[in-house]
């Protein structure tokens, strides 16, 4: 796991903590853009997770001979 992806993943965690203490401290109006961030950065981690998994599997495809039936 890259360093970037593991402080993507990070931030996402934050800022669940930090919108949970909005909403028990204002409201809900409040850390509603704190929770969607959250949500965004939880997709773009899973985004880069799956496309690096992609990259890897295509890499390790040898081109080969077809076999004959």
């Known amino acids: 796991m890259k360093i970037s992806n593991i402080s993507i993943l990070s931030l996402a965690a934050a800022t669940v903590i930090i ?3 909005q909403l028990i401290t204002i409201g809900l109006i409040a850390s509603y853009p704190i929770f ?7 997709f773009w981690y899973k985004y880069r997770t799956n496309k690096e998994k992609e ?5 390790n495809k040898k081109p080969g001979r077809k076999k004959k039936k």
């Not at 969607?36 to 939880?42: D, I, P, Y």
């Not at 990259?55 to 890499?59: D, F, I």
Request: net charge negative; aromatic share 0%; glycine share 6%.
């Open 36 to 42: 969607m961030l959250s949500v965004a950065l939880l």
């Open 55 to 59: 990259t890897n599997s295509t890499e």
């Open 19 to 21: 919108g949970t203490h």
